[in-house]
């Protein structure tokens, strides 16, 4: 019937797809236990490759810790052995020098003379000094202060030379009692150390080496007695640090004190001579009675300074030093100023206000804007021979003779001479003479550039001779000679040289 072909068609059809079910389902089994496997295999060798990551990361870092507890280790022991070292070599020090001091009668003839003692002592402090570390030559320095062997300015033959010395990296601090009174502790080296809260009365630091020191609240004074008194001479003071400290009657003179710190200092009649302070900050800073002579100050800070009776200069009294002083792109901002001498300085492109200002002097500078103010006046002083012809047949100070025993020089009447002569050169009332007949003799005059050295180093400057020469018989071995040295000392260069004018 055709309803039964129907239901036989249908259960023919739906008998390859339970087939193909079939078929799909028991092959799905292994490919699910296949990517299992090889997922699970994949897992563990990425969980294997992490453990062993880890396992060489622990084992690194175990390495690791053992070297840099081995490293320590050995630190610990250098630093052990050097401790041992130092100690070592401060107590032979100290038995020593003990025994050289207070050494019994038996032993009186080890040294010769005292002098060879002093030196004995000085040598074993030089090389013991130098084998040291910072703490125990702080230890070293306290023992010199206290037995007395530091060298003293009052009892020079009693005390031995520190000269080579050694005492860097020493940070000393002097307070409730230590202080530095008449000591030279010249020619030593005190790179990276500091003294703090100390008193430094008359004491000298001639031609040391004192780099990155520190002076933090200290004070320095010299002996009010002593002339010609130098704190600080021939030293290397470079980034050194005077913060908050006083200063009073010192000197410091042929020293480099490039970028140093003065903030909040109290100076009071100091000088700083032919130095290096370029760089160095003066900020809030109190100065009274100060000398800047020949000294670099280019690109220093004065800003919110207190100035009162400050002199820039080259010279000084009757002392000249040559080069000029330099405030190049020097801070004057906010600065307090009375009765400032500025001279042979150069300006150049700092901030200093000389606008009206009544409280400073200017003589031979560069200005702040490039240009020059100069004395352009006579240098030579003829000696007003007309105007003091009535104190004829005086001295004369003006002039020098240059001959010795040539005679005085002095101011003559032309009356002594004949009337020709007179009416020929037109002499006027009065002359200089010098000299005898039988001698040859000649009338000089010093004249001092020092406070042009700015204008003459720059190679600019010029200088202009117009004078009338004259003298007796017509001028007949008579001449005019101008000569110019470099300093007192040096052989002067012809300049000009020319025949009776």
């Not at 050694?166 to 502790?185: K, T």
């Not at 010192?250 to 200092?265: C, G, M, Q």
């Not at 012809?389 to 009447?413: D, H, M, Q, R, T």
């Not at 004949?418 to 007949?437: A, E, I, W, Y």
Request: glycine share 4%.
């Amino acid at each position: 019937m055709p309803g039964d072909t129907r239901s036989e068609d249908s259960r023919n059809i739906c008998h390859p797809c339970i087939l193909w079910i079939k078929l799909i389902l028991s092959a799905s089994i292994p490919l699910l236990i296949t990517i299992f496997t090889v997922v699970t295999y994949i897992q563990q060798k990425d969980i294997s490759e992490q453990n062993r990551q880890q396992d060489l990361q622990i084992a690194s870092l175990t390495r690791e810790k053992d070297i840099d507890l081995a490293k320590k280790q050995r630190e610990e022991d250098q630093r052990l052995a050097n401790e041992l070292h130092y100690q070592n070599v401060f107590q032979n020090y100290i038995d020593d020098i003990t025994n050289v001091l207070y050494k019994h009668q038996p032993n009186e003839a080890m040294f010769i003379t005292e002098e060879k003692r002093l030196f004995y002592i000085g040598r074993k402090t030089i090389v013991a000094s130098r084998q040291l570390n910072g703490d125990h030559r702080k230890q070293l320095l306290k023992f010199l202060l206290e037995t007395q062997l530091v060298p003293n300015s009052k009892t020079p033959n009693i005390t031995s030379s520190l000269n080579g010395a050694d005492f860097s990296n020493v940070h000393y601090s002097c307070f409730p009692d230590d202080d530095f009174a008449n000591l030279e502790i010249n020619g030593v080296y005190l790179i990276n150390s500091s003294f703090r809260n100390c008193f430094f009365y008359s004491t000298k630091f001639n031609y040391s080496s004192m780099n990155n020191i520190s002076f933090i609240d200290s004070e320095f004074r010299a002996d009010p007695n002593s002339k010609g008194y130098f704190l600080f001479s021939g030293v290397a003071l470079n980034y050194s640090n005077f913060h908050n400290i006083a200063m009073y009657e010192v000197r410091i003179v042929d020293s480099k004190l490039f970028h140093s710190n003065f903030d909040y200092a109290r100076l009071y009649d100091l000088e700083f001579v032919n130095t290096k302070l370029a760089y160095s900050n003066f900020q809030n800073t109190i100065l009274r009675k100060i000398h800047f002579i020949s000294t670099d100050l280019s690109c220093s800070n004065f800003s919110s300074t207190n100035m009162n009776n400050v002199n820039f200069t080259s010279n000084m009294d009757d002392m000249m030093f040559g080069s000029a002083t330099s405030l190049v792109n020097s801070d004057f901002s906010r600065c307090h100023l009375a009765n400032i001498r500025i001279e042979n300085t150069n300006l150049t492109g700092s901030n200093l206000n000389i606008d009206h200002d009544e409280n400073i002097s200017l003589s031979q500078v560069v200005l702040p804007n490039g240009t020059w103010m100069i004395n352009s006046s006579n240098l030579v002083e003829d000696g007003n021979g007309e105007i003091n012809c009535l104190s004829s047949n005086k001295p004369y100070s003006v002039w020098e003779n240059s001959f010795a025993g040539s005679g005085e020089i002095i101011l003559a009447l032309n009356n002594e001479i004949t009337s020709d002569v007179t009416s020929v050169f037109n002499l006027g009332k009065c002359h200089f003479t010098s000299g005898q007949p039988q001698y040859n003799s000649a009338i000089v005059q010093t004249i001092s550039f020092y406070k042009y050295s700015l204008f003459i180093d720059s190679g600019e400057a010029q200088f202009n001779v117009s004078a009338y020469f004259g003298g007796r018989n017509e001028c007949k071995n008579g001449s005019i000679q101008i000569d110019a040295g470099l300093d007192e000392d040096s052989w002067p260069d012809h300049l000009l040289s020319n025949p009776c004018i």
